[in-house]
């Protein structure tokens, strides 16, 4: 396969990982809202002429907790906090005990878009800037053989929860699935990549399922869920491991979209019909774009098909550069693609398009041309475009190829949502001298 390690290591460090800087900022939010929830409370209390006890002790729960916070283009943060009330400290209802921290938190956050909202499974906190805070609420008692219970305010009653569990569960996953500590042999292999592999491929998956603003797919406890039961380590290479990951995903999710929750018996993640549709959008997706990384397997595999290929998982700025970083190398070997945006077919042009940049809506027509350098006459070019989508699938349109004489421009127009590629080849004799490819993506708007 081919090895793009080093460019997916980058990617990770850049764009994936939340950063120790971007933590710290989610863990001041947290620190101030627990504060916020401490004085509100005791103010509704003076207000009320009663005293309203704070919670006892807050643990911080998923993705911050289990370290698989991704970054978020639009600072879309999630931070899930549990907040342990004793017993006789929250109402018996677990509707008022959430209603009750809505309250205590709506005395002191003042000035937010959006009051603190009590929602069935925990209380929400809004930051104009994509921030939120969930507090869920839980209490603490003894049963009649004096042993501890702590039981969640979800939905319209108590039930009996370890806020740690899953958080502890997907730790030790990454402890036992990973490949051991660097150099030390997996398989017969001396172990190169970085310790704890699972809760990188955690982040890769997640990052797929959060590439296309226009995807509703699972959240992270369930992609996470999935990827324990799925990964496939590699001792060397991330790369490997994530493409080999993707695949067992796809082929599980074949099978069933049915996903149980690990730490409670009986219960599922995919119960309601939102949540499971949520997981076949997810199959569908992996079924759409994993065979962009066959190429990576072709011995002759470029490492322009390379990005490209990951380009088509990750749909990310990152892959596009590298692309036009090649692209630019390669201008040198003879062939480029030029395109022009025009307002009709074979009209005036009004602006040039950039492989890959900003999308398009639909209804504009490109004009595609191809200088060469260093090829002798005669030669002919072979424009080739590949649509995508269910779009271009449903009209029969995803593919069509068309031979012009050299310097004869070649028109088409974004019609379908999703990414057009056009290539270009160069032909003697009827043989492929050399190529060049331009993507176009496209919107649904007009």
Not at 225 to 232: A, G, P, R, S, W
Not at 295 to 310: N, R, V
Not at 349 to 369: I, M, N
Request: net charge positive; aromatic share 8%; hydrophobic share 35%.
């Amino acid at each position: 396969m081919f090895d793009a390690s080093n460019e997916l290591g980058v990617f990770y460090e850049n764009h994936v990982r939340l950063g120790s800087t971007r933590a710290k900022d989610l863990a001041g939010y947290r620190d101030l809202n627990l504060q916020r929830l401490t004085d509100g409370l005791k103010a509704l209390g003076e207000k009320k002429g009663v005293h309203y006890p704070s919670y006892s002790e807050n643990k911080n729960q998923g993705s911050y907790a289990m370290h698989t916070l991704n970054q978020c283009e639009h600072t879309d943060y999630d931070i899930d906090v549990a907040v342990i009330f004793e017993k006789d400290n929250l109402p018996d209802s677990p509707a008022d005990a959430r209603m009750r921290v809505r309250d205590g938190l709506a005395e002191k956050c003042t000035n937010f878009t959006k009051e603190p909202e009590a929602r069935r499974n925990a209380v929400t906190v809004w930051y104009a800037d994509g921030y939120h805070i969930d507090f869920a609420v839980y209490r603490r008692r003894e049963d009649w053989l004096g042993n501890t219970v702590i039981e969640h305010a979800g939905a319209d009653e108590w039930s009996v929860r370890d806020p740690m569990a899953y958080t502890d569960w997907f730790l030790d996953k990454v402890t036992t699935k990973s490949p051991p500590t660097m150099l030390d042999s997996f398989l017969g292999v001396n172990v190169t990549v970085a310790r704890q592999q699972l809760r990188r491929i955690v982040r890769f998956v997640k990052a797929f399922a959060r590439s296309r603003s226009s995807w509703a797919l699972p959240g992270g406890i369930v992609i996470s869920t999935l990827v324990c039961e799925v990964y496939k380590p590699h001792p060397t290479r991330d790369d490997v491991a994530l493409a080999d990951t993707l695949k067992a995903l796809l082929l599980r999710l074949k099978g069933s979209v049915h996903v149980d929750n690990p730490v409670q018996p009986g219960t599922s993640f995919t119960a309601t019909d939102g949540r499971r549709k949520e997981v076949e959008r997810l199959r569908d997706c992996l079924e759409e774009k994993l065979p962009s990384l066959n190429i990576l397997h072709d011995s002759l595999c470029t490492k322009k098909q390379a990005m490209t290929a990951w380009d088509a998982i990750f749909w990310h700025d990152f892959w596009t550069e590298q692309k036009h970083a090649l692209a630019r190398a390669d201008s040198a070997v003879g062939l480029v693609v030029e395109c022009w945006l025009a307002r009709k077919k074979e009209g005036p042009v009004y602006k040039a398009h950039r492989s890959d940049s900003t999308p398009l809506p639909k209804g504009v027509h490109l004009r595609f041309t191809a200088k060469t350098e260093g090829i002798a006459q005669p030669y002919s070019l072979r424009w080739s475009v590949r649509n995508e989508g269910h779009e271009a699938k449903d009209a029969e349109q995803l593919a069509h190829d068309s031979v012009k004489v050299a310097g004869e421009p070649y028109w088409t127009s974004t019609a379908f949502k999703g990414r057009q590629k056009m290539t270009c080849e160069v032909l003697k004799d009827g043989m492929p001298v050399r190529k060049a490819e331009h993507y176009v993506r496209i919107t649904s708007g007009r």
